[in-house]
């Protein structure tokens, strides 16, 4: 199996950063696109950023300018750097993964547990 484990969240305040990181970890032949979502109290699930393979990039509009997500693939890792942070910017923040686990296995979606951004003062 594959397990996705988010680390960096954290309570800041309005203005301030912080970077999450999410390894990817156990079975693993392939990772293919990479992603953070968050979903704040009483709101769905919204995808943030986005990166594949290769390194293109997808950004929701209320981040762009101020997030930046980067991969390292060798570590099977992604990163979400946020800057400017706003207290909007308040939510679970969660790891997303595509990942053949064999070849010739399908992709598969992968979910982080999800870790906690607070911005408040």
């Known amino acids: 199996q594959v397990q996705l484990v988010e680390s960096g969240g954290g309570l800041v305040q309005p203005g301030g950063s912080l970077r999450l990181s999410c390894a990817a970890s156990?079975?693993?032949?392939?990772?293919?696109?990479m992603g953070w979502y968050r979903q704040a109290p009483g709101k769905q699930r919204e995808l943030v950023a986005s990166?594949?393979?290769?390194?293109?990039?997808n950004y929701a509009e209320s981040v762009k300018g101020r997030f930046t997500i980067s991969r390292d693939n060798a570590k099977n890792t992604v990163y979400l750097q946020m800057n400017s942070l706003k207290p909007e910017d308040t939510a679970v923040y969660y790891c997303?993964?595509?990942?053949?686990?064999?070849?010739?296995?399908?992709?598969?979606?992968?979910w982080g547990q999800g870790t906690q951004v607070t911005v408040s003062s």
């Open positions: 156990g079975t693993i032949f392939s990772i293919y696109a």
């Open positions: 997303n993964a595509d990942v053949k686990i064999r070849r010739g296995a399908p992709v598969s979606d992968y």
């Open positions: 990166i594949t393979k290769s390194g293109s990039t």
